[in-house]
């Protein structure tokens, strides 16, 4: 019988993560033969690929030859993987008993749902959020829902969202393949946000799952300079790629104001490496537009009502 679920978990020198992550995965409430779990090592040199081989037989694992970055890693895990509904899973988080079945259930009982959010929540202080459920925002910033609020039963309610982040994301495979999956180009940060727009913008819907609980070490494998650039860059590509021309036209505004702000924030904050990072991500996603531009479509299955509705 081939296994329902696939959870793809990339990594890369993260055995002491692993080692935390992969037990929970292993007391999963739901059936342990209706799901596989495949490790994509992105060619670590911690001795991570014969480490899982002793200590997690269980475990699937995909070694790759060099080291190709995150998205990589996740697209080399979703072409090994059998199942109907792809996880997406960081390394740097352990789940709760019920966490993979709150998500299948989601998903099995909204069928326009083409993904599934977690509750995520801080590894460190497992009474505060780290997202609901991602959010896009008029100015072209995504959010996480709840960010830094203390849980207190306020976001206990499923309900549709613009997309899951995916640290802890399922993905009905139809809708994953119709979508064109993570863009290899973005190498890592906003994969999520680019393919919540490409599977939004094709009438596939997120589902956030409630009962999906999930910590999250904040940086665990990330971060820093990386985050900051990448971050940096990637927003604006995804911003020109995915967002439709009328809603272009009705927002440049609060887009370009943003992107000031953050510019200007770090220009105050020049002594620091991570907001020098930011600033050459802001310089290599406008000089790649042009590019980024020609990767267009203008073809929506949905409204741009629909769309709108969906921005914060």
């Excluded at 790759?64 to 996740?74: D, E, K, P, R, V």
């Excluded at 749902?113 to 997202?131: I, Q, V, Y």
């Excluded at 999520?192 to 999250?216: F, K, M, N, S, T």
Aim: net charge neutral; with cysteine; glycine share 10%.
């Amino acid at each position: 019988m081939l296994p329902f679920v696939s959870i793809i978990i990339p990594t890369y020198n993260g055995k002491a993560l692993l080692g935390v992550c992969l037990p929970a995965l292993r007391g999963q409430s739901f059936p342990a033969d209706r799901f596989e779990v495949i490790v994509v090592d992105d060619a670590s040199s911690d001795g991570t690929v014969e480490w899982l081989a002793a200590q997690f037989p269980w475990v699937q694992v995909a070694a790759l030859a060099q080291n190709s970055g995150f998205i990589a890693a996740c697209n080399a895990g979703v072409a090994a993987a059998r199942g109907e509904v792809l996880v997406l899973l960081n390394n740097d988080t352990e789940a709760e008993p019920g966490w993979l079945a709150a998500l299948v259930t989601a998903l099995v009982e909204h069928p326009e749902a083409g993904s599934a959010a977690s509750k995520m929540l801080l590894f460190d202080r497992r009474d505060t959020l780290h997202t609901a459920g991602d959010t896009m925002g008029r100015d072209g910033i995504p959010r996480n829902r709840g960010v830094w609020q203390k849980d207190a039963g306020q976001y206990d309610q499923e309900r549709w969202v613009f997309g899951p982040c995916g640290g802890a994301a399922a993905y009905r495979r139809e809708a994953w393949q119709q979508a064109g999956g993570f863009d290899p180009a973005l190498w890592m940060y906003l994969e999520d946000v680019d393919l919540a727009w490409r599977l939004q913008r094709l009438g596939w819907r997120a589902i956030y799952a409630p009962e999906a609980r999930i910590y999250h070490q904040l940086s665990a494998t990330g971060g820093g300079v990386l985050a900051s650039y990448y971050t940096g860059r990637n927003t604006l590509w995804v911003i020109a790629r995915n967002w439709p021309g009328p809603l272009l036209r009705r927002h440049w505004r609060a887009i370009v104001a943003a992107q000031g702000r953050i510019a200007w924030d770090a220009l105050r904050a020049w002594r620091g490496e991570a907001a020098r990072a930011r600033l050459r991500g802001q310089l290599a996603g406008l000089l790649g537009l042009p590019r980024v531009w020609r990767q267009r479509s203008e073809t929506l299955e949905v409204s741009v009502d629909y769309l709108e509705s969906l921005l914060v």
